[in-house]
């Protein structure tokens, strides 16, 4: 009823969430039926938008999603790359992770293990197996739910990415659960991408300061009109 309603109104409320991930707000314009370039994005409390689309973008590995993924990679034939790949993550985690500390680590270092074409070899290998996993819940006539492998392969993606991408680093977090993780670090080429691709993009908040700061964090050297209005409160 919600969608129904949605597809015959002007205005929608939407968590950022449904702007800032590409798979939810591609869903979402296709049940909407519209257009990206039809509609004009305006952000509110647009001052903690950087940091949402940093953790969008970033991508975390603990032993137990690890543990998972091997669980379903080992259970296929012939994926001999996506299963090398987690068992070297889950040993890297390990061997090198520091209780209570955050350490950045070498991502090229981390992937010479296996190269960029090994990269892409052991990306392929787990997109495979999801393509599998999805036909066998359509067999069983279940609803097939993102998990375990579908994080490996991000991280394996985000990972191929970084070799050409500064945005991104690696930490190895000991803090709470375990985790290695590629963590983005600037926004501004996701937003300005999504930016792009829409009618308009406004961003409003109370705390945008210094204007030209935050303008420089999230678009980069993309021009853009800034509007600065009296503050109407004491």
Known sequence: ????????????????????????????????????????????EAHNIGSAACDTLT????????????????????YDFAVRFIDY????????VKPNADIVFSMPSFMDKFGKNGMKMVISDLNDIIKQEMSESKRMGVEHRDGAIEVVRDFATRLLESNENPAYIGVLSGEGFESIIVKNIDPSEHLSEIADMHHA?????????????????YFGNKSTRKVILDNQFP
Do not use: F, W
């Open 1 to 44: 009823l919600c969608l129904e309603a949605a597809r015959n109104t002007d205005i929608i409320v939407v968590n950022y969430q449904h702007i800032l991930n590409n798979d939810i707000r591609n869903a979402l314009y296709y049940s909407l039926g519209v257009e990206s370039d039809e509609v004009i994005l305006i952000v509110d």
């Open 59 to 78: 991508v975390t590995l603990t032993m137990k999603t690890l543990e998972s993924a091997n669980s379903v990679a080992s259970s296929k034939s012939n």
């Open 89 to 96: 993550c889950k040993e890297y985690l390990a061997k090198h």
């Open 201 to 217: 993009m406004v961003l409003t908040s109370g705390t945008l300061h210094p204007v030209n700061m935050y303008s420089k964090y």
